[in-house]
């Protein structure tokens, strides 16, 4: 059974930091594309970052470039973002998800980003 489990959310001010993490299981991680996607309270889901399989590669929407890094833990099946410089914006559940069409993905980790 694939599971997908994201931690590290909460809340944070404006300008400050956040590390997410996604552990995955049931599939060979290490074979396989993994993204970020994120949900605003009352909007769409929104891409955020994406991961080749061996890690060489990273891909950032353009409203999270400079400020967020995504990053893979092939040995330990572990996806993460370091998510620095938050906005308001930024508000929102961080999902992480596995496949190159996004087939799987977890339940999500809550990141308020408020003074």
């Known amino acids: 059974e694939v599971q997908l489990v994201e931690s590290g959310g909460g809340l944070v001010e404006p300008g400050g930091s956040l590390r997410l993490s996604c552990a995955a299981s049931g599939f060979i991680f290490g074979s396989v594309e993994m993204s970020w996607v994120r949900q605003a309270p009352g909007k769409g889901p929104e891409w955020v970052s994406r991961?080749?399989?061996?890690?060489?590669?990273?891909y950032y929407a353009d409203s999270v470039k400079g400020r967020f890094t995504i990053s893979r833990d092939n040995a330990k099946n572990t996806l993460h973002l370091q998510m620095n410089s938050l906005k308001p914006e930024d508000t929102a559940v961080y999902y992480c998800a596995a496949g190159s069409s996004m087939i799987w993905w977890g339940k999500g980790t809550l990141v308020t980003v408020s003074s």
């Open positions: 991961i080749y399989s061996g890690g060489d590669r990273t």
